[in-house]
């Protein structure tokens, strides 16, 4: 016996939708899954893409910031003051110490004892205090510093005087010595 398909009800969309044979639902939820996937895609590329151009943007930036050269520095005017304290700080921080320090150490006897060492960079000059026993290690001295090649000839006796309180009786002297081109 052949089926009858008898049916009073009146048309609406409950009743069209219980009518979609399976296969067209099928292809509807295909056609759904089909258009998410295109749409997801479609984003991640669109993505993709704005990073890419945001990455040649910075690219050109710097291109184009390499290019200008540097920003402008701005001036700030510095006191002359603070200016000839800083001047005169890389003066004391540029002495030659080393080359000083050698051409003393390679001039002093034994006898002679260094109290104090006074380098005045603007001046290029080193006040050398010391004490010895006798005149003659003294004058024995300055020759040492004047046979030096950083002083040279520029070596010479400020002052000199002996200590009479004191039961040895040192004989304490000051040295003018002059570095660098004469």
Request: charged share 20%.
């Amino acid at each position: 016996m052949t089926r009858l398909d008898i049916d009073f009800a009146p048309p609406n969309w409950r009743r069209s939708l219980h009518r979609v044979p399976v296969w067209a639902w099928c292809v509807g939820a295909l056609g759904v899954a089909l258009a998410v996937t295109a749409a997801y895609s479609g984003s991640a590329a669109l993505q993709r893409q704005q990073l890419r151009e945001g990455q040649l943007q910075r690219a050109q930036q710097r291109v184009l910031a390499a290019t200008q050269g540097p920003a402008p520095v701005v001036f700030t005017p510095i006191a002359p003051a603070q200016a000839a304290a800083v001047n005169a700080a890389i003066l004391q921080l540029n002495l030659p110490w080393r080359d000083l320090q050698d051409a003393l150490a390679s001039a002093t006897p034994p006898a002679v004892a260094l109290l104090a060492l006074e380098p005045d960079a603007r001046k290029r000059v080193l006040k050398i205090t010391a004490e010895t026993t006798s005149s003659d290690a003294m004058v024995a001295y300055v020759a040492q510093l004047k046979q030096q090649e950083l002083f040279g000839t520029r070596v010479q006796l400020l002052r000199h005087e002996i200590n009479a309180l004191d039961p040895n009786k040192p004989l304490r002297f000051q040295l003018e010595a002059r570095w660098g081109t004469p």
